[in-house]
Nanobody, 119 residues
Framework: QVQLVESGGDLVQPGGSLRLSCTASGLTFSRYTMSWYRQAPGKERELVATITTAGSSTNYADSVKGRFTIVRDNAKNTVILQMNSLKPEDTAVYYC????????????WGQGTQVTVSS
C-alpha cells in the first residue's frame, strides 16, 4: 500500500520560514517525479514545485520562485519543500504528490498539511 505522509505545516508570521517533509512508502521512490501542490480555501489546487527522479531538475510556480526550494533524498524516500519569506497568500493546505515517470496511472497523494501565514 502506497503512503505519502506530509509533516511540517504550522502557523508562521509573514517573512518566516517553514520546512515541509513528505515521506513515501510502498513504492519505488526513485521512479517517481515528486511535486508539492497547494490549495487555498475557495481556490483550485495549484502546482507549487516539482523535482525529477534523480533530483537533477526542478520547476517552480512563478509565485514561489526564489523563495521555495524542493529537494529529495532517494535513500530516505523523502522530498522536502523549504519555504522562506512566507507571505499571507502562501496560506493553504500543501499536498505531496508522486507521479510514476513512465506510467501516469500510478499517481498518489498525501493527506495534506496546513500552512498558515498570519501575524
Amino acid at each position: 500500500q502506497v503512503q505519502l505522509v506530509e509533516s511540517g505545516g504550522d502557523l508562521v508570521q509573514p517573512g518566516g520560514s517553514l520546512r515541509l517533509s513528505c515521506t513515501a512508502s510502498g513504492l519505488t521512490f526513485s521512479r517517481y517525479t515528486m511535486s508539492w501542490y497547494r490549495q487555498a480555501p475557495g481556490k483550485e489546487r495549484e502546482l507549487v514545485a516539482t523535482i525529477t527522479t534523480a533530483g537533477s531538475s526542478t520547476n517552480y510556480a512563478d509565485s514561489v520562485k526564489g523563495r521555495f526550494t524542493i529537494v529529495r533524498d532517494n535513500a530516505k524516500n523523502t522530498v522536502i519543500l523549504q519555504m522562506n519569506s512566507l507571505k499571507p497568500e502562501d496560506t493553504a493546505v500543501y499536498y505531496c504528490n508522486a507521479l510514476h515517470v513512465y506510467n501516469q496511472r500510478y499517481n498518489y497523494w498525501g493527506q495534506g498539511t496546513q500552512v498558515t501565514v498570519s501575524s
